[in-house]
């Protein structure tokens, strides 16, 4: 069989494609450390691929938001701290003020002093976690929680100690403009995705969200600070509310009424020490999901390394052989190209 210079010519042309193609392949995977650079390459393990990285995506952006809400914790957390820590003052400040030998001027300055501790409840029970009011729960962001009002302090606009619970439904009521009691608009929870979905239940014209399936990252200024008041003394259950009776009865130089404001804070405490329990809680949920979010984005780009990623130092054996065949293709071609008449004129 006559074998032609064409033939020859389109069988080198070939081989030097090839060589030329693998070669570049070579060099691109070894760039983008990637096994393949199109689905067609190898449909089974890129469309596995594309799994393993849509679950890290995932995983990373619930990392994200966790975070955030770890944060918002801590800061709720260490104000209601702060605020347990001033109560701790205030029972010691009171008995020194009841103390007999204690002038009234002395008493005047401890009723100073009460005043200023008012003013830091009032700050931190408006704490904010960048522009968000942190125990506000549903209410306006712009507009800090706890506000002092010719009707006292209030909670995004409702009387705290006129504050009720339900018997019937266990709803926080508070008075309307018309003093008409009414279910509290702005003290819904806020709860986030803690990784499986929100779901919803109840019926078609009452849906509900199903609190077993999300987290809940807010906490209400009402539960850590108080509200209404104490069904047997009278007393304001709200600690910033409170301190009101306290400062009148210090500076009025009644001893028993500030006597009596002993008990009435380790009550208060009491039910702020409930509350940074529950937060607490929430704060090692959190921790311990976010550490297991973790391990499990190793085992996942480990995956995706496997699935994706190539052996360096076998590919750069793989490469130089293709360089060296390439070589070889390209001086192999100098003996089976005819020469032309431009090599002649050379």
């Known amino acids: 069989m006559r074998i032609t210079q064409n033939s020859l010519s389109r069988n080198y042309l070939k081989r030097m494609n090839k060589n030329y193609s693998d070669l570049y392949l070579s060099n691109m995977k070894l760039s983008s450390q990637k096994k393949y650079s199109r689905v067609s390459e190898n449909t089974a393990e890129t469309s596995r691929a594309f799994q393993i990285r849509e679950q890290i995506y995932r995983n990373e952006q619930w990392n994200t938001n966790m975070k955030n809400a770890q944060g918002e914790i801590h800061t709720a957390e260490n104000s209601l701290i702060t605020a347990n820590n001033y109560i701790k003052e205030i029972t010691s400040r009171i008995v020194q003020g009841v103390n007999g030998t204690v002038s009234d001027e002395q008493r005047d300055i401890i009723a100073k002093e009460f ?74 929870d806020i709860y986030i995705d803690i990784g499986v979905g929100f779901n919803m239940t109840g019926s078609r014209n009452n849906v509900e969200l199903d609190k077993t399936s999300a987290f809940k ?110 070589m070889v293709t390209l001086q192999m071609g100098s003996k089976l190209i005819p020469p032309s008449i431009f090599d002649f004129l050379r």
């Not at 501790?117 to 506000?136: C, H, M, R, S, W």
């Open 115 to 188: 005043e200023s501790v008012q003013e830091e409840f009032i700050q931190l029970a408006n704490t904010k976690f960048g522009d968000k009011y942190i125990f506000a729960n549903s209410g306006k962001l712009d507009e800090p929680p706890f506000k002092r009002t010719a009707n006292g302090i209030e909670f995004n606009g409702y009387p705290v100690d006129k504050i009720v619970v339900d018997p019937r439904t266990g709803a926080l009521m508070g008075p309307d403009k018309n003093g008409q009691m009414e279910e509290l608009k702005y003290n819904k």
């Open 217 to 326: 990252l807010s906490t209400s200024g009402l539960d850590a600070f108080g509200f209404g008041t104490d069904v047997n003394t009278g007393k304001p259950m709200n600690l910033i509310s409170a301190m009101d009776g306290l400062i009148k009865a210090t500076k009025d130089n009644d001893i028993a009424e500030m006597q009596s404001y002993i008990d009435h804070f380790d009550k208060l405490g009491d039910n702020l020490l409930m509350q940074i329990t529950d937060i607490g809680v929430r704060s090692t949920y959190i921790e311990d999901n976010l550490k297991m979010n973790e391990d499990q984005n190793i085992t996942f780009k480990e995956t995706q390394n496997l699935l994706e990623g190539i052996d360096i130092s076998e590919e750069i054996i793989n490469n130089k052989t293709r360089e060296m065949s390439w």
